[in-house]
């Protein structure tokens, strides 16, 4: 008993010896580990750090003074006056970093970027992973729960509940132009922090206000920005010198709190709130893209390998709101699946929630009756092939009330049309009976009629505008090929595109397509019959070369009710590439043998709908002979089509 007494106290005499040497001698140990740090972090991305004085007052306080970064061979990345940290004690002696407080002083980062070089580039450098050893090889990697939970709680570890932050200056530079974000005080206390941030660049001026919560206990932080000045908007800097895009908004607000880990899932919630958004870039609109609220309540899932936006997430447009649901698995690749079902709601909360700077065809629509929508979408990129995708707006008691800027009616009647070439206007022409090349689908031949919609659209009498399989097809093979490369588009939405809208490829003109395409169908706004009529008069045929009677002309020099086979078949296969036309030519004008396919394939569909037998299609051997200025411009081939071909007709 006496032995134990004894080798009691000798313990407790050590740990107190060793508390001491451990006070005693903290700052020498603690300059000690910041060398090997800073050796270490100087090999790994190439910087000088430096301090000229490193203390700690006590065992849990570090304070350090004229601190600064500098990449080799750049610019200054940071400058530090002064900064005292106070860590959590036990967690400290347990071997982990928890911040209490933190007060900084004169902290100025500078990002340079000059002539492709920068002083940031260590940042995305990839850093060499060393070479497993055999004994690593069956670790199961840590999933993306585990690597969310772990990243947020040392981010919340590391943040400090109380702080003071002065003199801190934020410093982009970019060939000469400079941008400056000021802090002369930000101060945390009590979980509460609020500043304001002077932002200068070149004659722009503004004064931002920023205010939050950081509660590292519950794991929360929410914070707000809006404008400093009365009645002022804050206007992002950076973007718009540098990328030509301008956008300014009223004010941003945000929440995230993580969940306590649990099943091997991690969860997050809050929202993003954003007022009075206006966007402006060429490419996007012409004029400005207004928002007035845009707000996201949000549920994430993190799983092991999955991320999910759960369906209680809340997605409000101005006046719409919808809840939809997104999830994505990864196995070698991912698999991406998404879902929105929107029971009814007024119709003209749509229309009238839409940005009319994106939508401006439909800007002052005014509707009656209600809406409902689903999606369904399944995107395996392990086998985009299976890729599955449905998209379904239903109208009830739905008519339209007033048409807003663009009559959608037009295409009933007479109406000029105008072709464009990149985005230039090239030719203006009646669809209807005052242009003496416009032909009634009376006067243009069975064939083509029939050849044209078997190429493009075989069921656009029978489809409400959209063609369900060959859109997923589409974006089956757009994903494959990384872009636009097949549009998937009826003849109804080829119709829209080129009266309606322009060319432009890009999301708004898709959706704002589709509602114009949809808006057409349901409501009737014009037969099928004349859509056809009218698509048959200003599809392009060739270079400068619109409609059947045209094309009829231009390649066989006869009307297009006269048309064989092979020329409907002809004319109906180079509507994808009309410009292109002479590819498919030998350089004597004889039909190329690699076009032979397309040929029978088109006629036994010719057969099927009674336009031909079936041992006429079997038999079939295309005969195309071109005349005229298209048989001139294939033996010529270094002929350029000039604006006296196009209108040489309308002179005789």
Not at 434 to 449: D, M, T, V
Not at 554 to 568: G, N
């Amino acid at each position: 008993m006496m032995i134990l007494k004894r080798i009691g106290i000798v313990i407790v005499l050590l740990a107190i010896f060793s508390g001491a040497g451990l006070f005693l001698f903290r700052g020498t140990l603690l300059r000690h580990v910041v060398k090997g740090k800073i050796e270490t972090y100087s090999d790994r991305y190439g910087l000088r750090i430096a301090y000229a004085s490193l203390k700690m007052p006590s065992l849990a306080t570090v304070r350090v003074e004229g601190v600064s970064v500098v990449p080799l061979h750049r610019d200054t990345l940071l400058k530090l006056r002064s900064a005292e940290v106070e860590l959590e004690l036990l967690p400290l002696l347990q071997g982990n970093l928890s911040v209490k407080s933190m007060h900084t002083d004169g902290l100025t980062c500078r990002f340079v970027k000059c002539g492709g070089k920068s002083n940031y580039d260590l940042f995305f450098q990839r850093i060499p992973q060393e070479p497993r050893g055999q004994e690593t090889e069956d670790v199961v990697p840590i999933g993306y729960a585990r690597r969310v939970e772990q990243a947020l709680g040392a981010l919340f570890r590391l943040l400090p509940e109380d702080a003071t932050l002065r003199h801190t200056t934020f410093m982009g530079e970019r060939d000469s132009l400079q941008t400056v974000f000021m802090i002369p005080d930000l101060v945390l206390e009590d979980r509460k922090f609020v500043s304001e941030i002077a932002v200068s660049e070149e004659k722009m001026n503004g004064k931002w206000r920023v205010a939050g919560t950081l509660d590292c206990k519950t794991r929360l932080i929410e914070g707000s920005i809006a404008s400093a000045e009365s009645g002022k908007r804050i206007v992002v800097p950076y973007i718009l010198p540098h990328y030509q895009t301008f956008v300014a908004f009223d004010s941003v607000a945000f929440s995230m709190k993580q969940e306590p880990f649990s099943a091997g899932n991690q969860t997050l919630t809050g929202y993003t709130e954003v007022g009075g958004l206006e966007i402006h870039h060429k490419a996007l609109s012409p004029d400005t893209i207004g928002l007035d609220k845009g707000e996201v309540e949000y549920m994430v899932h993190v799983g092991e390998r999955a991320f999910e936006l759960d369906s209680a997430t809340t997605v409000r447009f101005n006046r719409l709101s919808f809840h939809p649901f997104v999830r994505a698995d990864k196995t070698d690749r991912w698999h991406f699946t998404a879902s929105v079902h929107r029971p009814s709601f007024p119709a003209q909360d749509l229309f009238a929630s839409l940005p009319s700077a994106l939508f401006s065809h439909l800007r002052g629509l005014e509707v009656e009756g209600e809406l409902s929508y689903d999606l369904n979408a399944d995107v395996d990129f392990n086998c985009l092939d299976s890729l599955k995708f449905s998209s379904n707006l239903r109208g009830h008691g739905f008519r339209i009330h007033r048409m807003g800027t663009t009559d959608l009616s037009r295409m009933s009647t007479e109406f000029e049309y105008t072709a464009y070439e990149h985005d230039t206007p090239v030719r203006t022409f009646a669809i209807g009976p005052s242009n003496p090349h416009f032909r009634p689908l009376s006067c243009i031949s069975p064939l083509l009629q029939m050849a044209v919609m078997q190429s493009e659209d075989g069921s656009f009498y029978y489809h409400d505008g959209f063609y369900p399989g060959a859109i997923q097809e589409a974006l089956a093979y757009d994903l494959q090929k990384g872009g636009f490369a097949r549009g998937g588009s009826s003849i109804t939405m080829q119709l829209v595109k080129n009266v309606f809208l322009n060319r432009h490829k890009n999301i708004a003109r898709k959706l704002e397509e589709a509602l114009i395409v949809w808006l057409i169908e349901s409501q009737h706004l014009t037969s099928k019959e004349r859509m056809y009529e009218v698509y048959l008069n200003i599809i392009e045929w060739g270079p400068l070369v619109y409609g059947a009677a045209e094309a009829s002309r231009f390649y066989f020099e006869k009307e297009p009710s006269e048309l064989t086979v092979s020329e409907a078949i002809f004319l109906a296969s180079i509507i994808p590439r009309p410009k292109h036309f002479r590819s498919v030519f030998n350089p004597d004008a004889t039909l190329r043998e690699n076009q032979l396919g397309y040929y029978r394939v088109i006629a036994r569909r010719l057969a099927v709908k009674g336009l031909m037998t079936e041992e006429e299609a079997e038999a079939f051997v295309p005969d195309v002979q071109i005349r005229g200025e298209a048989r001139r411009l294939v033996l010529q081939p270094d002929t350029l089509i000039s604006p006296v071909h196009a209108t040489a007709w309308e002179a005789e």
